[in-house]
């Protein structure tokens, strides 16, 4: 089986910055793409930022210049940086993990409880 456990949120003020952390453990999986996803209260969970396999990433419109995704390989983990903080990146974190579990051939996604982000201004 596959665990994704994300860690680093918490409050923060506008202007600042956050690092949100998601780890994966799991024998005979391979990851395809990791990516992050927001869902505020009242709201869908919407897609922030991934990051593929290959190096490439990609974020949504209302983050990018303030969001950075990266990849730990040391930790088998992906990092979300937050930073000029703004009220409107509060809301839940989740962090999925798309892949392929052996025996199957089929990608699958796996989700982490997620970690709450609150700005306050």
């Known amino acids: 089986q596959v665990r994704v456990v994300e860690s680093g949120g918490g409050l923060g003020q506008t202007g600042g910055s956050l690092r949100l952390s998601c780890e994966v453990s799991?024998?005979?999986?391979?990851?395809?793409?990791m990516a992050w996803h927001r869902q505020a209260p009242g709201n869908e969970r919407d897609l922030v930022a991934s990051?593929?396999?290959?190096?490439?990433?990609e974020y949504a419109d209302s983050v990018k210049g303030r969001f950075t995704i990266s990849r730990d390989y040391a930790k088998n983990a992906v990092n979300l940086q937050i930073a000029s903080l703004q009220p409107e990146d509060t809301g839940m974190y989740y962090c999925?993990?798309?892949?392929?579990?052996?025996?199957?051939?089929?990608?699958?996604?796996?989700w982490g409880q997620g970690t709450q982000v609150t700005v306050s201004s």
């Open positions: 990051l593929h396999a290959s190096g490439h990433a």
């Open positions: 999925r993990i798309n892949g392929l579990l052996e025996p199957s051939i089929r990608r699958q996604d796996f």
């Open positions: 799991g024998d005979r999986f391979r990851i395809i793409e």
